[in-house]
């Protein structure tokens, strides 16, 4: 197997084969990796081939650690069939002989939780609540081009909160530019309602702006005359789309402004050609005593299927440094955490 390094000239070629990559996601294309650049992480995109044939892509993020050396961590990667072992081997030693000073390659493929795990790659350290740095455990929707067989998916309370958010005047429109500022503030609503630590203003802004002047997202708002209730930031890439971010402030939840935005977002998903639509992270099991427990029963009245997936799967590059990084990181993520906790205000 070898490994072709894709600049920016070709991020066309490189979005259009990880789109229409049965293993693709939104993670995995250009946009994502740009993001991240902009926040201290290096992108770097690889086409995979076998005898000159294209198999799979990598989108790859770098980013040094002191001390340690380079760490390298692919979200939602490599796209490649999992049932690929050999080819897994060899990308794990191309990635090494292209990276000299990493000491750590961290995967998160859209890997079944069943299915073996690659030679030559470790179980990682499963984080927080939703196990993972991405979500392990996901809520994803199968879309149809037809409008009317995704909303016979629906739970029938669905479909009735639909109808209610109607019947109270609450409609959807698409967002622009100027309606970051009101997605924000709906963001930080919700954060403090719902006890979540966010990111950066500026962080969210990027990730708005950049999706945007890709055409790759859509921001739908949801409300009644000049007041937005709820809002919905969905990305999509070739087959595969993503309910990035949801916010609501609390007029939407009564009139069901949620339940209207996020309709909303499926049907632009599938209407842009998505053929799965996921939802993200949810609790593992139905228990109401799990803190995603409200998380779960949300997501799968839409008609979602879980998804477990592997987790974090990582591969030692320089044994010594890896082992210290994994009993240090998890303090290292704490601090990051607690961090976060000093975000979620309301804006000046």
Not at 87 to 92: G, M
Not at 117 to 133: S, T, V
Not at 202 to 211: H, I, Q
Not at 286 to 298: D, I, M, N, T, V
């Amino acid at each position: 197997m070898e490994i072709e390094e894709i600049f920016a000239e070709r991020r066309a070629e490189f979005d259009a084969l990880v789109g229409d990559h049965v293993w693709g996601d939104v993670l995995q294309g250009f946009t994502w990796g740009d993001i991240k650049g902009a926040f201290g992480w290096q992108p770097h995109r690889f086409l995979l081939r076998e005898h000159g044939k294209v198999i799979g892509a990598l989108s790859l993020l770098r980013r040094e650690v002191p001390l340690f050396g380079d760490l390298l961590y692919a979200p939602r990667g490599p796209v490649l069939d999992p049932a690929r072992r050999v080819q897994w081997r060899e990308l794990r030693r191309l990635v090494r002989e292209r990276f000299p000073r990493a000491f750590a390659f961290i995967c998160e493929p859209r890997l079944d939780e069943a299915a073996k795990r690659p030679p030559g790659f470790w179980r990682g350290r499963r984080r927080g609540l939703f196990q993972g740095i991405q979500p392990r455990i996901v809520a994803e929707i199968p879309l149809s081009a037809d409008p009317s067989q995704n909303m016979r998916r629906l739970q029938g309370k669905c479909r009735y909160n639909i109808r209610v958010a109607g019947r109270r005047g609450v409609t959807t429109r698409v967002g622009d530019p100027g309606d970051r500022t009101t997605f924000l503030r709906l963001l930080q609503v919700t954060a403090r309602r719902d006890g979540f630590g966010l990111r950066s203003s500026r962080f969210y802004d990027t990730v708005l702006r950049m999706f945007g002047d890709t055409g790759q997202g859509a921001l739908l708002l949801s409300g009644r005359g000049d007041e937005d209730f709820a809002g919905v930031f969905a990305v999509r890439l070739g087959r595969h789309a993503i309910y990035l971010y949801g916010a609501s402030d609390d007029a939407g939840r009564r009139d069901m402004a949620t339940y209207a935005c996020q309709w909303e977002a499926i049907a632009w998903a599938a209407g842009a050609g998505a053929e799965r639509y996921d939802m993200t992270g949810m609790a593992p099991s139905p228990s109401p005593r799990h803190p995603l427990s409200g998380l779960r029963r949300f997501k799968m009245q839409w008609g979602a299927v879980e998804r477990r997936y592997v987790g974090p799967l990582d591969a030692p590059l320089k044994l010594p440094n890896y082992l210290l990084y994994r009993v240090a990181e998890p303090v290292v993520s704490r601090i990051a955490l607690w961090r976060t906790r000093f975000v979620a205000r309301p804006a000046q």
